[in-house]
């Protein structure tokens, strides 16, 4: 269970192979779809997928050369997609994730046939902000609840005075 990441210092021209980042997470999914984000101070922050029912992550001090050992993160989910970005007005960070800590209220897996592809257990589709590098998140809010979808793959956009979300919305149909 290593993750290896393509990286690029020049805007995409030229990319090169860092890693691995270590894990001893040893599921059927392992973790899968990272992303990152610079902190202050240089720091990288690394979080991933996993069928754990939460996010693992790792960080780098170094630039993304070496990585810690990944770890189980506060981001509680079904095996989905966390996105975090910064706001480069605020510089704060903004998290879109299907949160199941409990905050908000998750399809049952035995009601929605073990969240078959009716929505996967991927909802609801939360937004979050830190104000602290993610130590902590505030500012909670729901997007999306439907239990007959699931929502998931957000990219963000920050526009001068608003977030611009896209993501999957699937169900049934």
């Given at each position: 269970?290593?993750?290896?990441?393509?990286?690029?210092?020049?805007?995409?021209?030229?990319?090169?192979?860092?890693g691995?980042?270590?894990?001893?997470?040893?599921?059927?999914?392992?973790?899968?779809?990272?992303g990152?984000?610079?902190?202050?101070?240089?720091?990288?922050?690394?979080?991933a997928?996993?069928?754990?029912?939460?996010?693992?992550?790792?960080?780098?001090?170094?630039?993304?050369?070496?990585?810690?050992?990944?770890?189980?993160?506060?981001?509680?989910?079904p095996?989905?997609p966390?996105?975090?970005r910064?706001?480069p007005?605020?510089?704060?960070?903004?998290?879109?994730?299907?949160d199941?800590?409990?905050?908000?209220?998750?399809?049952?897996?035995?009601?929605?046939?073990n969240?078959?592809?009716?929505?996967?257990?991927?909802?609801?589709?939360v937004t979050?902000i830190?104000?602290?590098?993610?130590?902590?998140?505030?500012?909670?809010?729901?997007?999306?609840?439907?239990?007959?979808?699931?929502?998931?793959?957000?990219?963000?956009?920050?526009?001068?005075?608003?977030?611009?979300?896209a993501?999957?919305?699937?169900?049934?149909?």
């Open positions: 269970g290593e993750l290896y990441l393509d990286v690029s210092d020049d805007e995409g021209r030229t990319w090169r192979i860092v691995p980042v270590p894990c001893t997470l040893r599921t059927v999914m392992g973790p899968e779809e990272p990152v984000v610079e902190l202050a101070g240089g720091r990288i922050w690394l979080h997928r996993t069928d754990t029912g939460r996010h693992w992550q790792s960080f780098s001090e170094d630039d993304g050369e070496t990585w810690s050992l990944m770890e189980p993160s506060q981001f509680m989910a095996c989905s966390l996105c975090v910064r706001n007005k605020s510089g704060h960070l903004l998290a879109v994730w299907n199941h800590s409990g905050r908000f209220p998750v399809p049952d897996k035995a009601q929605h046939n969240w078959s592809s009716v929505n996967w257990g991927r909802t609801p589709l979050a830190s104000d602290d590098e993610g130590r902590t998140w505030g500012h909670h809010r729901a997007l999306e609840s439907d239990f007959e979808h699931g929502y998931c793959y957000t990219a963000i956009h920050f526009l001068d005075d608003a977030a611009l979300l993501y999957n919305a699937g169900g049934p149909e």
